[in-house]
């Protein structure tokens, strides 16, 4: 048996691998220590006779000790994380290719020549979007938000582009020509409109650091992982910058689980 930890800034994902199937938890994040490990084990009900190793990554995992009552535990750079759990999710099979993290912040990898690199990241992902939404709108549960901005209609708080001009080169008049630039005239704000715009914002800027992150590896699609890119709006957003730059997006089932999916891929083929 294997059991892989991602410790994130928001959720911590756990992944148990015993006789071939995964098995995946989610907890919110704690100080990463032994008694959160405890908790962890004690709340999957963890049997450790046959627990051969610990993989662990994200925040500062590297500060565990070198075991955890006697099993050894797998320090697992987050970038590899990342990737191997693309390869492993998406059943890549080409050498090259974009994958992007959108979690609590967001992280761009790219694999090529047997190596994976870190493109760079930004600071805008789910925690944006909880932050935010707690000083807009009063709440910062991720589902309440995503019902909000459901029902809501961006179109009230943001500027579009055949909102203020005729015609800029190939782009529709449907693209965002100024996020809340509507809101300062505007003094009637829904929670749902903000919701909607807020989580829309944050899935353009996702998908433009996505394209051209795609764009400077020469890649015409980008693999997503992530529990930010569950959430529809926010998915929509971020597709919708992609097509600006044909760039294709795949998003697949479970890839809330993906960085946590690629630790435990990495202490299995040790």
């Not at 994130?8 to 100080?31: E, H």
């Not at 990342?82 to 390869?87: E, N, Q």
């Not at 055949?162 to 630039?181: C, H, K, M, R």
């Not at 996505?210 to 929509?236: D, H, M």
């Amino acid at each position: 048996m294997f059991v892989a930890i991602d410790f994130g800034i928001t959720n911590t994902d756990v992944v148990v691998n015993q006789n071939g199937d995964d098995i995946f938890y989610s907890f919110p994040s704690r100080s990463i220590t032994d008694d959160f490990i405890d908790y962890i084990f004690n709340e999957i009900d963890l049997d450790f006779v046959n627990l051969h190793k610990i993989g662990v990554t994200g925040g500062k995992s590297s500060n565990l000790g070198e075991t955890y009552k006697d099993v050894p535990i797998i320090k697992i750079n987050e970038v590899d994380a990342i990737g191997l759990g693309a390869i492993d999710l998406y059943d890549i099979s080409e050498e090259s290719f974009v994958a992007v993290s959108a979690g609590t912040g967001t992280a761009c990898i790219h694999h090529n020549n047997g190596k994976f690199n870190h493109l760079g990241g930004i600071s805008v992902g789910g925690g944006t979007l909880q932050g935010l939404s707690k000083y807009l709108i009063s709440t910062e549960n991720a589902k309440d938000i995503e019902e909000l901005a459901k029902k809501g209609d961006r179109k009230e708080l943001d500027f579009l582009i055949g909102d203020v001009v005729n015609e800029i080169g190939s782009l529709y008049p449907e693209i965002t020509a100024s996020n809340f630039g509507k809101a300062k005239n505007n003094k009637n704000n829904s929670k749902e409109d903000a919701a909607a715009s807020l989580s829309n914002m944050i899935g353009e800027v996702i998908g433009t650091i996505s394209y051209l992150n795609a764009l400077l590896c020469n890649e015409n699609k980008v693999y997503f992982l992530g529990r930010t890119s569950l959430n529809k709006v926010i998915k929509n957003g971020i597709e919708d910058r992609l097509k600006l730059a044909n760039i294709s997006g795949v998003f697949k089932e479970n890839r809330e689980y993906g960085n946590v999916l690629g630790a435990l891929r990495s202490i299995q083929s040790d």
